[in-house]
T-cell receptor, first 114, second 110 residues
Framework: NAGVTQTPKFQVLKTGQSMTLQCAQD?????MSWYRQDPGMGLRLIHY???????DQGEVPNGYNVSRSTTEDFPLRLLSAAPSQTSVYFC?????????????FGQGTRLTVV | SQQGEEDPQALSIQEGENATMNCSYK?????LQWYRQNSGRGLVHLIL?????REKHSGRLRVTLDTSKKSSSLLITASRAADTASYFC??????????FGAGTTVTVRA
């Protein structure tokens, strides 16, 4: 049982490039979400999904796209990278049947945009 | 969703001492969760307390919840170097979104 797996762990992009951060979970969780964490700050919710085919925006969605074609995968796409998107990105998942469930987090992707 | 606000922002204690941190939130909740983040790692769930519970224990952790004051506290007893981390609370209403504040950074000195 791997839990939540994020790839890559580190990435450097040039301004204007696009890329996809991968997130996969093997716990059959319905709910998945993406956060970004900037120095000295908490995690801010980018996008989330309550099941395959269903996604919605969080607090800071601009510049990011998501899709959820399977229960296991929830990729985050940066359309045109900007230095303001330099951050650490975390993916999380939780069982969706109840709000009384814990979230499981991946180890993060550290992204630098130059 | 709503985010909690942790207090203090930072805490430095000697190994063996207790550490207490607080969380305040604004609207009614279904439950409140505490998470730990070791430097550069993902968050790890510590404990969940439901709105109808007042206190919960897990090993050296003790969490209290006062819904009338919209606040919670996390107590770590007999702290160890491995407890050095940031701690976040996440008050959860009737949706799946979890929001996090800036956290409390705890440093345990040897």
């Amino acid at each position: 049982n791997a839990g939540v797996t994020q790839t890559p762990k580190f990435q450097v992009l040039k301004t204007g490039q696009s890329m996809t951060l991968q997130c996969a979970q093997d716990m059959n969780h319905e709910y998945m979400s993406w956060y970004r964490q900037d120095p000295g700050m908490g995690l801010r919710l980018i996008h989330y999904s309550v099941g395959a085919g269903i996604t919605d925006q969080g607090e800071v969605p601009n510049g990011y796209n998501v899709s959820r074609s399977t229960t296991e995968d929830f990729p985050l796409r940066l359309l045109s990278a900007a230095p303001s998107q330099t951050s650490v990105y975390f993916c999380a998942s939780s069982a969706g049947a109840s709000v009384n469930t814990e979230a499981f987090f991946g180890q993060g992707t550290r992204l630098t945009v130059v | 969703s709503q985010q909690g606000e942790e207090d203090p922002q930072a805490l430095s204690i000697q190994e063996g001492e207790n550490a207490t941190m607080n969380c305040s939130y604004k609207t009614s909740i279904n439950n409140l969760q505490w998470y730990r983040q070791n430097s550069g790692r993902g968050l790890v769930h510590l404990i969940l307390i439901r709105s109808n519970e007042r206190e919960k224990h897990s090993g050296r952790l003790r969490v209290t919840l006062d819904t009338s004051k919209k606040s919670s506290s996390l107590l770590i007893t007999a702290s160890r170097a491995a407890d050095t981390a940031s701690y976040f609370c996440a008050p959860r209403s009737n949706d799946y979104k979890l929001s996090f504040g800036a956290g409390t950074t705890v440093t345990v000195r040897a």
